[in-house]
């Protein structure tokens, strides 16, 4: 179905509603609030929408958008209904809407008509009272003091017969991000585990909208550190889709391949990481040190262990040369034999085996109702890459088929990593010939008028990104919307752990390995 | 009687420097260097010189219980024949031996829940949970060396089986018992993964995570101590060839040396099957410990029948 | 080198009656014979005989190679490697081993071979393999630690004429071959090889 064909069938469903495309994929319906449920119902049922995100922009008013994305054709719809101080739930139509809801009521305070959840998500205990970081009567640069005014969070609480509570966090025995784990157990057995996140707001979504355009790329690349080239990587195309720019194959290709070697590198970090925690640890070290091999080639093509600032819009910001390329091919060559060693090595040893199949399972049911994405949802079987619903930068050449497994335990998660290690491998030698000639550093002024406005979708390690941004005065944004996938991918794990033993939620939290700091923000 | 006393000084000296000696195969086994054999001494004289803290909920136990694990596993050491044995020693009955190692397991349970920490609790469970099921096992293996040497007397043991030429296949039976046991009472792989600190895992690790200071360089010294005496207990009774059994310098030279390649090569034998196995399932490690009680009910039937 | 060959064949036999995964059976299965083929060839070495040479050989080529081969090759194809659900999970069967491998020595107390008991013991632990599992494969291995235990039990006492001997290896042989191509069948018709599912068949 073409998007003109879409947005006629639209019209026809008879709600007083107005439809505008925009940047070739994007379909911006203006509705009214109190059709929302409605609407978003006929959507879901008639078109087969994903419901992918929420999030409040201000004007005068403030205007709610829901995002629906379509897997199949590559589109995004944008519901969007204006309001003063209150958002219509989408709890029990739309799925983890109550997180994308208590944030906007959080940070805007606005709100929540008539939703069942209205706890506090990003605001915690120590904030001071009446304060929404996000309005534009916010200042840039004012912090917020710790006055410990807002009301205590409430857990769910499990009570029976020898039933305890173990809280875990925010601060934790290993060097990890803050997150607090609230386990209700019996004995061993875990039968609930409620998350607390976003201790560290460093409220990035603010500091977009006052930095100048031509600096904003490393602000995206700090949402996450690892996933830094990913975000570079939306923010090019942010850029370039707004401002209906095409770049020439080669630094296409060459996106693709520091994509992908970011792929690398994370994916042997994570299963590294399930090896350490079964205490498997000769595979460990081998899988670290191949990984170490990757951030060093990563340091000698772009300056940057963490391949920052190398993607920027319009061009490149590294040189690519015959050097580069050899060194490329050569590492690739060394780490991809290593790599096929121990992995043959993990999947014959049964004590390994022992504790990661059977464990820390989520269903697809379950997964579809979380939204989940990335290669957790994949490992469930649902088959959705943004790389192939969503095709950027050569992915439509490379990307031909999904990788997904049915289960949806710690083994399927551990073997989807390393299927998309082998692509990413793949996909690098492709891209190779794919580059002609050297990619030269090129930088470009950017300068964009105000009011324009788009999204991003990338596939990071952790599932989909999806980036808003609408373009303000003064060359800077007006306000930029990270829809990051640890955001809803983190339920996930409440649901893998149930029923296992509290010795197993390391192996099932690092088979995850969700980003605090992307869903911080 | 002096020699006796030295022979336990150098275990006790030399006990940190066998754990250091298996953090480093480990470590070259994995593929890198690792840090130095002798990084045990280091960190207790560093933790020596450190600071007390004692969390405000712990009561006595806390304060009294590094001590008395310590002395536990020095006392037990006293106990033990290293390298020689006259075989007509008054002490040495292994029931008292294994009973004063098992006041080490309760300390450290008892420290475990008193500082009220959640993680101590869970590791002080789990630990308890691991050694109801594998201390059945070690009283049939006695069962079974008294069958072999009629003698509960760990020197006499030792002499009897140093001076024996034959050796029986239930011999060998009861000491893979042994060894199953020996991994399980010493919280290694792959029952309890000596490295991590992950708080919901640990299970050893998890009953100390209060101590700090001075207290944690006695119980790092008394895990030492205790792995270097089992596995001297395990050489002793199951491999005590060479031992000397006279006071000639020959003699005790020889099995001085003997004594230290035998325990080279358990630490090595340990330290493969650490790094080539993955951590059981918490809830796995009874079958592990009953596989052990099955080779010690073979050893026993194969001995008392035959 | 007997004593240490017969606490192998005892050890291994202890462990599989444990073990869960049919790969580590074979593996367990394939040591087993060994070991028992190493004593075959030391008792040869010792009494000069050849038949004792010829069964250690047709042991180590049958079935300390071709059957675990063969075994292997159907457990990768049919990729039924997973964890089993034991009929007697591993703990109860580690207890059962112990108190049956205790009974064995107390009614055998008048025999005075190590092997003859050692034979018994494997027998009676192969019964336990082969009626605690589920899948035809491991039911196989468990029947073929019986057929070792029988092996045990002919070299040491009773002079069995070559030729029988060399039959039922050739009928062992045969039999882990046909259930190789069974048990791939059976897989290819019912997408199982549970024996639970067989039971469905007549209702």
């Known amino acids: 179905m073409k998007i003109e064909d879409l947005k006629k069938d639209i019209e026809k469903l008879g709600f007083p509603i107005k439809i505008e495309i925009k940047n070739k994929n994007e379909l911006y319906v203006d509705i009214d609030k109190d059709d929302v449920k409605k609407i978003l119902e006929t959507m879901f049922k008639k078109y087969k929408l994903y419901f992918s995100g929420q999030f409040c922009l201000q004007d005068k008013d403030f205007i709610i958008n829901v995002i629906l994305t379509d897997r199949k054709n590559g589109y995004l719809i944008i519901l969007r209904y204006k309001t003063e101080n209150e958002i219509v739930s989408l709890q029990g139509i739309a799925n983890q809407s109550n997180l994308f809801e208590r944030e906007i009521s959080d940070l805007f305070g606005l709100e929540i008509a008539d939703g069942e959840d209205k706890r506090n998500i990003v605001k915690h205990e120590i904030w001071e009272n009446g304060i929404h970081p996000l309005r534009k009567d916010f200042l840039y640069g004012q912090r917020v003091k710790d006055l410990c005014e807002t009301e205590e969070y409430k857990f769910k609480e499990v009570i029976t017969d020898g039933g305890f509570q173990i809280p875990v966090g925010p601060v934790h025995a290993g060097i990890i991000e803050p997150g607090h784990f609230r386990f209700s157990v019996i004995g061993e057995l875990i039968e609930n585990l409620e998350i607390r996140l976003m201790y560290k ?96 080639l990563c340091e000698r093509i772009t300056g940057s262990r963490f391949l920052r600032n190398a993607i920027i819009p ?15 091919v050569k590492t690739i060559d060394i780490v991809e034999k290593r790599f096929n060693e121990i992995v043959e090595m993990t999947l014959n040893t049964v004590s390994f085996l022992d504790r990661v199949e059977h464990t820390g399972i989520v269903e697809k049911a379950i997964a579809k109702e979380l939204n989940m994405t990335g290669v957790v949802a994949r490992a469930s079987g649902i088959q959705y890459d943004v790389r192939k619903s969503f095709p950027y930068e050569v992915y439509r050449q490379l990307k031909k088929s999904i990788n997904f497994e049915e289960i949806g335990g710690v083994f399927e998660r551990y073997n989807v990593k390393i299927a998309e290690i082998r692509d990413a491998f793949k996909y690098i030698k492709t891209s190779l010939t794919l580059i002609k000639g050297d990619v030269e550093k090129k930088k470009q002024w950017i300068d964009i008028e105000s009011g324009k406005e788009g999204f991003a979708v990338v596939e990071t390690v952790k599932g989909e990104l999806i980036v808003f941004a609408r373009t303000g005065e003064n060359n800077k944004m007006d306000r930029v919307y990270f829809k990051t996938p640890s955001f809803t991918n983190w339920n996930g794990l409440t649901y893998a752990v149930l029923g ?22 | 009687m002096i020699i006796n006393i030295i022979q336990s000084m150098i275990l006790i000296i030399a006990a940190p420097l066998f754990s250091g000696i298996l953090k480093r195969i480990k470590a070259i086994l994995r593929g890198y260097e690792g840090a130095p054999v002798l990084q045990p001494y280091f960190d207790i004289k560093k933790l020596l010189s450190k600071e007390r803290v004692i969390s405000k909920s712990s009561s006595f136990i806390t304060t009294v219980g590094p001590i008395i694990i310590l002395s536990a596993a020095i006392l037990s050491a006293f106990l033990t024949p290293v390298f020689f044995t006259a075989g007509n020693e008054l002490i040495g009955n292994m029931f008292i031996l294994i009973f004063i190692l098992s006041i080490i397991k309760f300390f450290n349970t008892l420290i475990g829940l008193d500082c009220a920490c959640t993680f101590g609790g869970m590791g002080s469970s789990r630990e308890m949970f691991i050694y109801m099921f594998a201390e059945p096992v070690v009283f049939l293996i006695l069962a079974f060396v008294y069958f072999e040497t009629k003698s509960f007397n760990i020197y006499k043991i030792a002499k009897l089986n140093a001076v024996r030429t034959d050796i029986s296949s239930a011999h060998i039976v009861a000491a893979i018992a042994f060894l199953i046991w020996l991994i399980a009472e010493n919280a290694r792989m792959p029952v309890d993964n000596p490295e991590t600190h992950l708080e919901l895992t640990m299970v050893h690790e998890a009953m100390i995570l209060d101590i700090s200071g001075r207290d944690l360089a006695y119980i790092e010294l008394a895990s030492a101590i205790k792995l270097a005496i089992f596995l001297t207990i395990f050489i002793n009774i199951f491999l005590p060839f060479g031992m000397a059994v006279s006071l000639s310098a020959a003699a005790l030279i020889k099995a001085v040396i003997l004594y230290l390649i035998k325990m080279l090569v358990f630490l090595l034998i340990i330290a493969i099957v650490e790094i080539s196995i993955a951590k059981f399932r918490l809830f796995r490690v009874p079958e592990l410990i009953a596989a052990s009680f099955s080779f010690a009910i073979a050893a026993i039937s194969m001995m008392y029948f035959s | 080198m007997l004593e240490i060959l017969s606490a192998v064949i005892l050890i291994s036999a202890i462990i599989m009656s444990s073990l869960r995964r049919v790969n580590l059976l074979i593996r367990g299965f394939s040591v087993q014979s060994l070991a028992i083929s190493l004593v075959c060839f030391t008792l040869g070495f010792k009494t000069g005989e050849v038949h004792y040479y010829i069964i250690g050989a047709l042991t180590l080529l049958v079935k300390t190679l071709i059957i675990p081969i063969v075994a292997s090759k159907s457990v990768r194809e049919l990729k039924i490697n997973r964890e089993m659900k034991l009929i007697i999970d591993g703990y109860w069967s580690s207890i059962l081993t112990a108190l049956s491998i205790a009974t064995t020595y107390v009614f055998l107390d008048n025999f005075n071979n190590d092997f003859v008991k050692a034979g018994f013991v494997l027998m009676v632990l192969g019964g336990i393999i082969l009626i605690g599992r589920k899948k035809a494969i491991s039911q196989m291995i468990g029947f073929l630690v019986m057929e070792n235990g029988l092996v045990l039990f002919e070299i040491s006492m009773i002079k069995m004429t070559l030729i029988i001997e060399i039959l039922i290896i050739l009928e062992v042989l045969m039999l882990s071959v046909i259930m190789g191509v069974m048990v791939f069948y059976i897989n290819k018709a019912f997408d199982t090889v549970n024996t639970d599912y067989l039971s469905n068949i007549k209702e």
């Open chain 1, 314 to 328: 319009y061009g490149s910001n590294i040189d690519f040369t015959e050097i580069q390329r050899e060194d490329v």
């Open chain 1, 201 to 296: 707001h460093r409220g990035i979504e603010k500091i977009c909208e006052n930095v100048d355009l031509n600096k904003l790329n490393l602000i995206f690349e700090r949402v996450a550190g690892e996933s830094s080239a990913a975000y570079g990587e939306a923010f090019a195309q942010l850029i370039e889709k707004i401002s209906d720019f095409k770049v020439c194959e080669s630094i296409m290709a060459l996106r693709v391949i520091l994509l992908e070697l970011e792929r690398i590198y994370n994916f042997l970090d994570d299963i590294a990481g399930i090896c350490v925690d079964v205490g498997f640890s000769y595979p460990a070290k081998k899988f670290g040190y191949m990984s170490e091999l990757i951030h060093q």
């Open chain 1, 500 to 521: 296992e033993i509290v010795p197993d939620f390391p192996l099932c939290n690092k088979s995850f390995n969700m980003s605090y700091s992307e869903n911080d923000r």
